[in-house]
């Protein structure tokens, strides 16, 4: 199953050449004014493109050697949730620094008590005139100490229902009372930290959306954090995928044990299950369907799968697993054999495989849990009872009846 691009006079190609042409050396600038960098983005932010130019844009750009700028959590999750729910002075002030990567964004979700359980956040948002003062934690906040702003969640109406005393904000990184912590993770990088919020006043102008409505922004947020129709590598659509592990077997030309070698088609298998999930997606998106059940199924999926190729590349390299800088390679040929640097086969220097697999660790925790995703795709997709309703006792009709 493969997705056959529209051929070379199609009319987003043509625009995308001629755009290039006249613009050679694009900036990131030239790139978030084009709406090259959001092309599904209604104008003037995108180009309101339908899928498959979407998919042709993706294909002319990565031809070209073109690269959108980086800001994951801004171009990804905060953008369209400003998009979507924002004043257009937020729109005016924020999108365009956003898709050029001149402003980078973090997110300030994740509490020490509050991260499967979302809605339980206990950091505060207090109006005071045209501001709100802010007190509490955030932790896990992936590029905090790079970042000019951050979509914040915090309670504003501690006592309305958990979901419904919540309120959606842009934060400031640099107002006075915001401190940022690193946390150096196991691969030795600080890419997450923690933020503490002392007497913080935000204005109210940064709200998004009502206050106290900030629930049903932040599961859009969340939605765009699980929807990814990225590329195929096993680090959440990023690095190695289990082809490239094939290719590098292929290429050393030595023999496996039976057991890594029934464990290799175990991985490659569960990769094309994946692939397939993939093309499935991109397809009902190109009709116009709303994202599916395939979505968790997927996200379940590949994170454990990202954990299944990594461990397996370790144990292809033997005792040069234990080394920080050696990969698959080396336990096939031997440490001085060295490995084939990245090319267009995919095939990755060893550092990639030996951080890569102390990052797997996170695929199943970030972006939603494996267990939490299990639990939607029982209750929402099957329609089993809530696991919390069965550890009361409840009886299937009476779960049903308590979610009407
Ligand atoms: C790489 C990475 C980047 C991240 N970046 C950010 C970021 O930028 N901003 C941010 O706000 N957060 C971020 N996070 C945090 C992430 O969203 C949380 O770690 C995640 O939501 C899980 O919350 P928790 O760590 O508090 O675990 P908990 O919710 O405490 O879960 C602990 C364990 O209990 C299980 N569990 C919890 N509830 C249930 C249930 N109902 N049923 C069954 N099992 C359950 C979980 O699956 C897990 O195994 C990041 C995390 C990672 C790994």
Not at 10 to 30: G, I, K, T, Y
Not at 114 to 120: C, H
Not at 243 to 269: C, D, H, N, Y
Request: net charge negative; with cysteine; hydrophobic share 40%.
């Amino acid at each position: 199953m493969e997705l056959a691009l529209p051929g070379e006079d199609h009319p987003a190609r043509v625009a995308f050449r001629e755009w290039l042409a006249a613009h050679p050396d694009p900036s990131p600038m030239d790139l978030a004014r084009s709406g090259y960098v959001g092309p599904h983005w209604p104008e003037p932010w995108g180009l309101s493109a339908g899928p498959i130019d979407q998919l042709v844009i993706d294909d002319e750009m990565r031809k070209a050697g073109i690269k959108r700028p980086q800001n994951r959590i801004g171009i990804g999750w905060a953008g369209p949730t400003i998009l979507q729910y924002g004043t257009d002075a937020q729109r005016e002030r924020y999108l365009l620094p956003l898709l050029a990567g001149d402003e980078i964004w973090c997110q300030l979700f994740s509490e020490p008590d509050s991260g499967s359980d979302l809605a339980s956040l206990s950091t505060r948002a207090v109006r005071d005139g045209d501001e709100y003062v802010v007190n509490g934690q955030k932790i896990w906040t992936s590029f905090g100490h790079e970042s000019q702003f951050g979509i914040l969640l915090a309670r504003t109406d501690p006592d309305a229902r958990k979901q419904d005393g919540i309120s959606y904000f842009i934060c400031p990184m640099d107002a006075p009372g915001v401190t940022v912590d690193p946390i150096i993770d196991m691969t030795g990088l600080h890419a997450f930290n923690q933020v503490f919020f002392d007497d913080v006043r935000i204005p109210a102008e940064n709200l998004v959306g009502e206050e106290n409505g900030g629930w049903a922004l932040a599961k859009v947020t969340l939605g765009n954090e699980r929807v990814s129709l990225s590329g195929e590598g096993a680090l959440w659509g990023d690095g190695p995928s289990a082809e490239a592990l094939v290719e590098i077997v292929r290429r050393s030309g030595s023999m496996l044990t039976p057991t890594l070698a029934q464990r290799m088609v175990q991985v490659w298998s569960e990769s094309e299950i994946l692939r397939i999930l993939r093309m499935r997606q991109i397809g009902a998106a190109i009709e116009g369907l709303k994202p599916g059940p395939e979505v968790s199924v997927r996200k379940a999926m590949a994170d454990e799968h990202g954990k299944h190729l990594m461990d397996l590349a370790k144990d292809v390299a033997g005792s040069y697993g234990l080394l920080a800088d050696a990969g698959p390679m080396e336990g096939l040929q031997g440490r001085h054999a060295g490995e084939p640097v990245l090319d267009g086969g995919g095939v990755w220097p060893a550092l990639v495989w030996s951080m890569g697999y102390l990052y797997a660790q996170a695929l199943t925790i970030g972006g939603g849990t494996s267990e939490v995703q299990r639990n939607i795709i029982g209750e929402r997709i099957l329609g089993l009872p809530r696991e919390a309703d069965v550890e009361e006792g409840l009886t299937w009709a009476e779960s049903r009846a308590r979610r009407r």
